[in-house]
């Protein structure tokens, strides 16, 4: 059985920092693509970033370049969402997901796994 259960979020103030972690069972953590989401009321569900299957390549969403770090252990079957310099906008239900690739893909429905969420406020 797939699992994907995510840890971490929490109320911060503007300027912090969170790490959120996402600990995988029941497929091949290592051959597949881990993305970070997030979603709010009013938006779609959007990629934050994506650490790729051969632990090399990372992509972030523009918004969060230069604040947020993607990082995998597959020792563990776990990976992190590090977030420094919080602001308001970043405010969410984040999301774990899970892709088997190669090729990287961005598009939430094309994720096979996803977590159950775990929500971040950040106040001003």
């Known amino acids: 059985q797939v699992q994907l259960v995510e840890s971490g979020g929490g109320l911060v103030q503007a300027g912090g920092s969170l790490q959120l972690s996402c600990v995988a069972s029941?497929?091949?953590?290592?051959?597949?693509?881990m993305a970070w989401f997030r979603q709010t009321p009013a938006k779609e569900r959007e990629y934050v970033a994506i650490a790729r299957w051969n632990g090399i390549s990372t992509y972030y969403t523009d918004s969060v370049k230069g604040r947020f770090t993607i990082s995998r252990d597959d020792a563990k079957n776990t990976v992190y969402l590090h977030m420094n310099s919080l602001k308001p906008e970043d405010t969410a239900v984040y999301y774990c997901?899970?892709?088997?690739?190669?090729?990287?893909?961005?598009?939430?429905?094309?994720?096979?796994?996803w977590g159950q969420g775990t929500q971040v406020t950040v106040s001003s």
């Open positions: 029941g497929f091949t953590f290592g051959t597949y693509n």
């Open positions: 997901a899970a892709d088997a690739g190669p090729q990287t893909v961005w598009a939430a429905n094309e994720y096979e796994y």
